[in-house]
Structures are given as structure tokens and as C-alpha cells.
């Protein structure tokens, strides 16, 4: 049977998770153009976002590290029990893996992206320069994704446990036994 323990740290990991990727869409660095007596440059405000982007992608990784070292990495240890739930468990193993992976990139990328700020200033004569910011909606596509996420990588730790439970029967054939005789 699956672990409720082991569900519910998951859970509340990807919460957290799913937390902090929200609080960063939110606190995305914005910035506005200053003049000065000859230069116009940009003014970035709050950097929040960065580090809200990179807890959200530390406690998504820790709920997979957990769920992948509670299910041997479905690669590793005694074999399944062949069924339906081992079918289900090695789908939602893949769609875990991709689901996951997407989240992960949104979030590393959205975090990089939003601690790029320019550097450079531009003469009061010249086009003003471009203070470039992230896009609306990266760190809410990795929020999105977290969710699914938690839901594919519960959904498969349960498939996990029902094919792992009991043992594989062995196999009765009806071939000739070679015993000792006396």
C-alpha cells in the first residue's frame, strides 16, 4: 500500500512550490527609464522574483528526488507484478519525467531571466535604451506545470505500490523436474 506520509511531504512540498512560483509571477522585476543631466538608463526595482523562482525549483526537485527514492526510480529493485497498474505506473513514470521537466526549465529559466538587467545608458540625444524585463507567464507555465506534476507523480507512486505489492507467482510449468533418485 502507498505511504500517507510519503504522499501527504510530497504534497505539501509541491504547495510550497506551487506557492513560491506564484509569488514570483507576481514579483517579476519591472523597470522604467531615469534621465539623468546627459544619460538615460533603466531602474529595475525588486529582485524577489529570482529568488522565489529558485525556491519554487528547489522544493519541486526535492518532491521528485522524494517520490523517485520511494519508488526505486521504477528502474531499480525486484520487478512489478504484471497488470494494470504496472501499465499505468510506467506511463505515468514518463509523463512525470516530462511534466517535471518543463516545470523545471520554465522556473530555472523565468529565474535567470529575471536577474538580467542592462547595464548600459544612452545619450539624452540617442533612442532611449531598452530595459528589457521577463515575459508574463513564465513562472505562471511552470506554476501550471507543478501542478500537474504533483498530480501525475502521486497518481504514479500509487500505481507504483499496487503493482509492488504481493510477489510475482512462479512460474508452474509442466515440464520434466530433475530430482534426486533413490
Same mark, same amino acid.
Given at each position: 500500500m502507498a505511504s =500517507?506520509?510519503?504522499?501527504v511531504v510530497v504534497f505539501v512540498f509541491d504547495l510550497i512550490a506551487f506557492g513560491? !512560483?506564484? @509569488?514570483?509571477?507576481?514579483? +517579476?522585476?519591472?523597470? =522604467?527609464?531615469?534621465k539623468d543631466a546627459e544619460y538615460n538608463y533603466c531602474v529595475y526595482e525588486s529582485d524577489i522574483a529570482t529568488g522565489l523562482g529558485v525556491g519554487s525549483f528547489l522544493f519541486?526537485?526535492?518532491?521528485?528526488? *522524494?517520490?523517485?527514492l520511494a519508488s526505486r526510480c521504477l528502474?531499480?529493485? +525486484?520487478?512489478? +507484478?504484471?497488470?494494470?497498474?504496472?501499465? $499505468? !505506473? *510506467? #506511463? #505515468?513514470?514518463?509523463?512525470? $519525467?516530462?511534466?517535471?521537466?518543463? @516545470?523545471e526549465v520554465c522556473l530555472l529559466a523565468g529565474s535567470v531571466r529575471n536577474a538580467y538587467h542592462t547595464k548600459y545608458r =544612452?545619450?539624452? =540625444?540617442?533612442?532611449?535604451?531598452?530595459c528589457e524585463v521577463l515575459r508574463k507567464g513564465v513562472f505562471g507555465a511552470g506554476a501550471a506545470f507543478i501542478v500537474f506534476t504533483g498530480i501525475v507523480s502521486e497518481?504514479?507512486?500509487?500505481?507504483?505500490s499496487k503493482a509492488d505489492e504481493g510477489s510475482i507467482p512462479p512460474r508452474?510449468?509442466?515440464?520434466i523436474r530433475m530430482n534426486a533418485f533413490k
Open positions: =500517507t506520509l510519503l504522499l513560491l !512560483a506564484v @509569488a514570483a509571477e507576481q514579483r +517579476r522585476a519591472t523597470a =522604467t527609464i531615469r519541486l526537485l526535492a518532491s521528485q528526488l *522524494i517520490i523517485m528502474c531499480c529493485g +525486484r520487478a512489478l +507484478r504484471p497488470g494494470k497498474s504496472r501499465a $499505468w !505506473a *510506467i #506511463l #505515468l513514470f514518463i509523463t512525470c $519525467w516530462v511534466t517535471f521537466f518543463i @516545470a =544612452t545619450y539624452l =540625444t540617442q533612442h532611449p535604451p531598452s497518481l504514479f507512486y500509487v500505481s507504483y508452474m510449468d509442466g515440464g
